[in-house]
């Protein structure tokens, strides 16, 4: 069965340091990724995707991710964190077949330092 | 512009009543879903449809219904409210059929409040 982890469920990190959010899956191919950012009372936001080539994705707002295969992670990275990118973080992981539903991690919270 | 709305954003309501939430969407989506979050918690998969009179229980068992008269629209109605549906409650949509059209587009939610 498809699964979600995101270890961290809070991080704090100051504003102009890196950021990186850590997500593991479980699946038994290979999946399509996806990382989704939520604003305070907010939906979701997609801010990159993953379904085959180039292992390393570049999404909006700065934000890029990597697949490894190896050891099932798509971790999302942020060479300079704003203000702004205070948020909710929710890693999902969809099925490459039938109703290509998502599962989604429990979120990890990013608080920023000013 | 096409987008995904969401109404009510919040509501406060008392136990016993019938609530519809209501989701409506301009991107020419057949699929639309609507999930459950609970505060510090993933989303869950209520209800999902595929297009037109289709609708499907998702992973999380819940006591409200769905239905998908026209396509942009997806309401999910509970007929009795108790204090356990509080939650949120996010409405999505996506295109029907291949992956690279898998990504799914989520409306604002409505925070439920059940007294």
């Known amino acids: 069965a498809q699964s979600v982890t995101q270890p961290d469920i809070h991080i704090t990190v100051s504003e102009g340091a890196s950021l990186e959010l850590r997500c593991n899956y479980s699946?038994?191919?290979?999946?399509?990724l996806f990382w989704y950012v939520q604003s305070p009372g907010q939906g979701l936001q997609l801010l990159l995707k993953?379904?085959?080539?180039?292992?390393l994705v570049q999404g909006i707002k700065g934000f890029e991710a990597e697949f490894k295969r190896s050891q099932s992670s798509f971790n999302l990275r942020k060479p300079s964190v704003h203000w702004s990118d205070a948020a909710e973080y929710f890693c999902?992981?969809?099925?490459?077949?039938?109703?290509?539903?998502?599962?989604f991690g429990t979120g990890t919270r990013l608080k920023v330092l000013a | 512009e096409a987008d995904i709305y969401q109404t009510p954003r919040y509501l406060v309501i008392g136990t016993g009543k019938k609530i519809t939430l209501e989701c409506s969407q301009t991107?020419?989506?057949?699929?639309m879903y609507w999930y459950q979050q609970d505060p510090g918690m993933e989303l869950h998969l209520i209800h999902y449809?595929?297009?037109?009179?289709?609708?499907e229980k998702g992973d999380l068992s819940s006591e409200s219904t769905v239905s998908r008269i026209r396509t942009e629209h997806f309401p999910l109605t509970l007929e009795s409210a108790r204090p356990s549906h509080t939650s949120q409650y996010l409405c999505?949509?996506?295109?029907?059929?291949?992956?690279?059209?898998?990504?799914?587009?989520f409306g604002p939610g409505t925070r439920l409040t059940v007294l």
């Open positions: 999505a949509s996506s295109e029907l059929t291949g992956v690279l059209n898998n990504e799914q587009f």
């Open positions: 699946y038994g191919a290979t999946p399509y």
């Open positions: 993953y379904f085959s080539g180039d292992t």
């Open positions: 999902a992981v969809a099925a490459t077949s039938g109703t290509y539903k998502y599962i």
């Open positions: 991107m020419g989506h057949d699929k």
């Open positions: 449809s595929y297009g037109v009179n289709s609708t």
